[in-house]
C-alpha cells in the first residue's frame, strides 16, 4: 500500500498538543534581555526630537536605541528577484517618518515589563510632512507587465463587445485592507557569538531572512543561522522580512545580549503589511443563451510608497472564462502607509469576489442557473494565451459539489426559501488557484536500520509538510511512512523553497524525486538494509544543490528554467466549487453561515486529513473576508484604528459550520506525485459564495465587504 | 502557588501577568501570547480547575490557587484523551492556538451542569473565546465532541 493518499496524523501531533514545541519565542538563553519598540505617530515627517531621558530611567533598561546612537545599516541589492524584504526604508538610520507606526526606537531591558514600560516613555517629536494616506482618493497608474506578474491583458475588443451585447451587467465592488493574524505575532530571538548570528524567528523564507540580515549587518551569509522549526501561522504575514527582525538583532548587537522581540499584536499591525484593499469593476456582455461575449475586470490597489507589490486581482479573470473578448487593467496608487503584502491566495482571494459576484448576477439576468452559465462558458484550452491547461476538470468539481450540496433542491427567486424567521439562501462561486514551483534544496539518507532522514530547510506553520513529505519520500524509497523522519525549518540544512504561492509541498516533492533514484544508485540498485550493509557504511546519503556562492547561484539557475519551462507547458491551476449556505434574520440582518460544501480539482492529494484541514482553513478566512474582517485605516492621519484582535474580528468557532470538502482525486500530468499545493484554492470564491448566498436569501447585493448586517436590512 | 501538582515559588512584581510568570520566569512555554489582551485564548490556563486567560490575570492574584497548563493537562479527567482525539481529528494546524484550546475546552466541560453530552453548537459557543487564525475550527470541535460523548 502507498502512504500517498493515507490519512496519517501530523507527526508533529504529539509535541503539539503537549506545549512541548518551541515555537520562536519560547528559545531561552542564558543572559536573555527582552526588546520593545516605540512607534512614529505621524503618516510622513522628520523626526525633530527624540526624548529618551524617562524610558532611560526605568529600572532594568540597559540600551535605548534610536536614528541617533544606532549603527549603520542597509537593505539588500533587490535583482532580478522579488524583494525579501517588506519595506526599503532602514528604520533607526533615518530621521525621516514614512509611515504611522514605523519603529523610530528600540529598547532593550532585563524583563519585558521593562522594556515596554520604557518603550512608552520615549518622547517623540515630529514635524510632518505633505502625506496622502487616503486610498479612495488617491492617484492610480496602470501597473507595468513584468516577468512575474501582467499588469494587463487583452483579447479583441471587450469593450465594443459590451456595448453591443445583448445582456450585460456592469458592476463596481470594493474589498477592505486585511491583516494576516497568525495567532503567533511576529517574534525574533537574537543571538551573537562574535561576528556569527543565530535567529529563532518565525518566517515562511528562511533565506530572504539570512540574505536580508546578512546584507543589514554586514555578515557573510554562512554565518548567520536561522532557525524556525514550528511557525505559529503565516498566511504570507511571515514572507518578508520586516523591521522588527532587523531591529532585534540589531538591539542584540548593540547589547551584546541574547534579545528577543515578541512584537505586541499593536506591534504586528503597525510594522508587517497586511491585504491591499481594492476598487474592482467587473462587466460582463453575453448572448440570450449566456455565452460570454465580454469580460472587462480592472483593479485599483495601493502599494506604500516604501514597498509592497502589485496584487493579482484580476489574474483569474484571464483563465476562468471562453469570453470572446476580455480585457484586464490592473492599476496601482501609492500613498504613505505600511508597505502592503502577499496575503493567502493575493489576488485571487479578492479578484474571485469581484468576478464570481458579477457571474451570479447575471446569471440572474439571464434567469438561469448559475452553475449552469458557468459551464456554458468553461473554456477547453486558456482563454488568453490559448495555452492548454495541465488539467481541469472543473465541470466534475461542479458536479461533486452540487451533488453533495444537495443543489437541484434550489429555488432560484431570492427570498424564496425561509424557514421561520431566518431567510435562507444558496450560493455558489468558483476557486481558482495557481501554485508555482520553486526549486528546493535537500539531502536524503538511508541507514542500516532501515530508516530514511530527509533533510531540507522548508518551513512548517500548520501545512502538515513534514508529514506530506514524509509520505512522498516513503513511497519514492518505497519503505513505510513510519521508517521516513525529517528534518525541517533550519538555514543549516539544504535550503528548501520559501512558503508561499502554494508551492512548497510540490517544490520539495520534486527534489526528493531527483533524490530517490539517486539514492538507488548509491546503494547498487536498491533500497534495503542488506545493500547498505554490503557498502559497509552506517548509512548512504545523497543531496542536491549546495549552500556556496555557486550552489546559490545555480539555484537561481534551476529556478529560473524550471518557471520558463513551466510556462510553456500551459496553464496549471487547482479549480473548484463553493457552495455555501447562509441564514439571514429577517428583522435584523443577522448573517450566519450554516453550511459549506466545497469541491475541489486540487490534484493528487497527499494525506486527506491534512489537505481537508487546509482547504477548510482557507474557506474560514473567506468567511472571515467575507463577513467581518477589516482594517480601518484613518483616511486623515493613515492610523490604523483596529489594531487587535478585539476589533478586528476574526471567525470564531461559532461562525464556522461543519466545512464539508471534496476533491477529485486527479493527478496533475505536470506535478511530482501529481500534486498540487492547496494552501490558498480555499479561500478564493468563498467570499463570492457568502455573498451570493446572502443575495439569494434577502434579495440584497452587497458589492463592498465585508457584509455586515447594516447592508442587507 | 501550585503549578501543575508542584508548590513553586514565584517572585515576581505585581505588573507581571500569570502568563509572563510562567513562561519567563517558570519556564512553562506551552501557555501561548497571541494578543496579550484577553482576545485570543492562546494563553488559557485553569486556575482551580477553571479557565482563564492568563494573560489578564495578574500572577499575584494567584498565590495560594492550583494552576494547570498544558503540560499538566494529561493527569487531569479528559486532558489526556482531548489530546490524543486532537490529533486524530487534526484539531490544530500550526499548533499555536492547541495549548488553550485544549485548557479551554476542559474548563469548558467542566463548566456544564447537565449530565448530557453537549451539542455542536453548545462547543462552539463555549469555545468561541478561542481564536484559531489556521482554521481547524471543525477539527476540534470534533474532539471535544469525541471526549464528551
Ligand atoms: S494572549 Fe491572552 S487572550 Fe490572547
Ligand atoms: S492551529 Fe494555528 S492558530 Fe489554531
Sequence with gaps: ?713 | MRVNGEPVVLDVPPQVSLLDGLRDRLGLTGPKKGCDQGACGACTVLADGERIVSCLALAVQYEGREITTIEGVASLPDGAALQREFIRRDGFQCGFCTSGQICSAIGMLAERDSDAPPTRDEIREGMSGNLCRCGAYNGIVDAIEEVAT
Excluded at chain 1, 536561522?226 to 514572507?239: A, M, Q, R, T
Excluded at chain 1, 447585493?701 to 447594516?710: A, G, K, M, Q
Design chain 1, 1 to 713: 500500500m502507498t502512504a500517498i493518499g493515507q490519512a496519517f496524523d501530523r507527526v508533529d501531533g504529539a509535541i503539539k498538543t503537549t506545549g512541548a514545541a518551541k515555537f520562536s519565542a519560547d528559545q531561552t538563553y542564558p543572559g536573555l534581555a527582552h526588546a520593545a519598540l516605540t512607534h512614529a505617530s505621524t503618516a510622513r515627517g522628520r523626526i525633530t526630537e527624540i526624548d529618551t531621558t524617562d524610558a532611560t530611567r526605568v529600572p532594568g533598561v540597559l540600551a535605548v536605541i534610536t536614528h541617533h546612537n544606532a549603527p549603520k545599516m542597509k537593505m539588500p541589492s533587490v535583482g532580478l528577484m522579488p524583494p525579501v524584504f517588506g519595506t526599503t526604508v532602514v528604520c533607526l538610520n533615518t530621521d525621516e517618518v514614512h509611515w504611522d507606526g514605523q519603529p523610530v526606537a528600540v529598547v532593550v531591558a532585563e524583563t519585558q515589563e521593562a522594556a515596554r514600560a520604557a518603550a512608552a516613555r520615549v518622547r517623540v517629536s515630529c514635524s510632518p510632512l505633505p502625506s496622502a494616506v487616503d486610498f479612495s482618493t488617491a492617484e492610480a497608474k496602470p501597473q507595468k507587465n513584468s516577468m512575474l506578474q501582467a499588469g494587463s491583458a487583452r483579447k479583441g475588443d471587450a469593450l465594443a463587445a459590451l456595448e453591443s451585447a445583448p445582456v450585460a451587467v456592469d458592476r463596481e465592488f470594493t474589498t477592505p485592507p486585511h491583516n494576516h493574524n497568525a495567532i503567533e505575532p511576529h517574534t525574533t530571538t537574537a543571538v551573537w557569538d562574535g561576528d556569527r548570528l543565530t535567529v529563532h524567528e518565525p518566517t515562511q523564507n528562511i533565506g530572504g531572512v539570512r540574505r536580508t540580515l546578512s546584507a543589514a549587518f554586514g555578515v557573510p551569509i554562512d554565518k548567520i543561522r536561522v532557525v524556525s522549526e514550528h511557525v505559529g501561522g503565516g498566511f504570507g504575514g511571515k514572507g518578508l522580512v520586516w523591521p522588527g527582525t532587523i531591529l532585534a538583532v540589531l538591539a542584540a548587537r548593540v547589547t551584546g545580549r541574547p534579545v528577543r522581540l515578541v512584537l505586541t499584536r499593536e506591534g504586528v499591525y503597525r510594522t508587517v503589511g497586511g491585504r491591499t484593499p481594492s476598487v474592482q469593476r467587473v462587466a460582463i456582455g453575453a448572448d440570450r443563451e449566456g455565452r460570454m461575449t465580454s469580460l472587462v475586470h480592472t483593479s485599483v490597489t495601493r502599494v506604500g510608497r516604501t514597498g509592497g507589490g502589485p496584487e493579482g486581482v484580476t489574474i483569474q479573470s484571464s483563465h476562468l472564462y471562453d469570453a470572446r473578448n476580455i480585457l484586464l487593467r490592473q492599476n496601482i496608487a501609492e500613498v504613505d502607509l505600511l508597505a502592503n503584502t502577499f496575503m493567502r491566495a493575493p489576488g485571487e482571494a479578492i479578484g474571485t469576489f469581484a468576478l464570481e459576484s458579477t457571474v451570479d448576477e447575471l446569471a440572474h439576468e439571464l434567469h438561469m442557473d448559475p452553475i449552469d452559465l458557468r459551464m456554458r462558458n468553461e473554456p477547453t484550452r486558456d482563454p488568453i494565451g490559448d495555452k492548454p491547461f495541465t488539467r481541469r476538470n472543473l465541470r466534475a468539481a461542479y458536479e461533486l459539489g452540487a451533488k453533495e450540496f444537495g443543489w437541484e433542491q434550489r429555488t432560484p427567486q431570492p427570498r424564496s426559501m425561509r424557514d421561520g424567521q431566518w431567510l435562507i439562501g444558496w450560493g455558489v462561486a468558483t476557486a481558482f488557484h495557481p501554485p508555482v514551483h520553486l526549486v528546493a534544496n535537500a539531502s536524503l539518507r538511508f541507514s542500516t536500520d532501515g530508516t530514511a532522514l530527509l533533510r531540507c530547510g522548508f518551513h512548517e506553520m500548520g501545512m502538515g509538510a513534514a508529514t506530506a513529505q514524509a509520505q512522498i519520500t516513503a513511497d519514492a524509497l518505497g519503505i513505510p511512512f513510519e521508517a521516513v523522519r525529517v528534518e525541517h525549518g533550519d538555514s543549516s540544512l539544504p535550503a528548501g523553497p520559501m512558503a508561499g504561492g502554494s508551492n512548497q509541498t510540490g517544490s520539495v516533492a520534486a527534489a526528493v524525486h531527483t533524490l530517490a533514484p539517486k539514492l538507488r544508485r548509491a546503494l547498487g540498485g536498491e533500497i534495503s538494509v542488506e545493500a547498505l550493509a554490503r557498502k559497509r557504511k552506517p548509512y548512504v546519503e545523497v543531496s542536491i544543490g549546495a549552500d556556496s556562492p555557486l550552489g546559490r547561484a545555480t539555484g537561481q539557475a534551476r529556478l529560473m528554467s524550471k518557471f520558463l519551462r513551466d510556462r510553456r507547458k500551459g496553464v496549471r491551476a487547482v479549480t473548484g466549487a463553493q457552495f455555501c449556505e447562509v441564514r439571514v434574520d429577517a428583522d435584523t440582518g443577522e448573517i450566519r453561515v450554516s453550511r459549506w460544501v466545497g469541491a475541489f480539482d486540487c490534484g493528487t492529494v497527499i494525506n486527506p486529513k491534512t489537505a481537508a484541514s487546509q482547504l477548510r482553513g482557507g474557506i474560514v478566512l473567506g468567511i472571515g473576508a467575507a463577513l467581518s474582517e477589516e482594517t480601518l485605516v484613518d483616511p486623515r492621519t493613515g492610523r490604523i484604528m483596529n489594531p487587535s484582535l478585539a476589533e478586528y474580528h476574526l471567525p470564531v468557532h461559532a461562525d464556522v459550520p461543519e466545512i464539508d470538502v471534496h476533491w477529485l482525486d486527479e493527478p496533475d500530468p505536470t506535478m511530482p506525485a501529481g500534486l498540487l499545493g492547496v494552501g490558498e484554492v480555499g479561500v478564493t470564491g468563498a467570499a463570492a459564495a457568502v455573498a451570493n448566498a446572502v443575495f439569494h436569501a434577502t434579495g440584497k447585493r452587497v458589492r463592498d465587504l465585508p457584509i455586515t448586517l447594516d447592508k442587507v436590512v
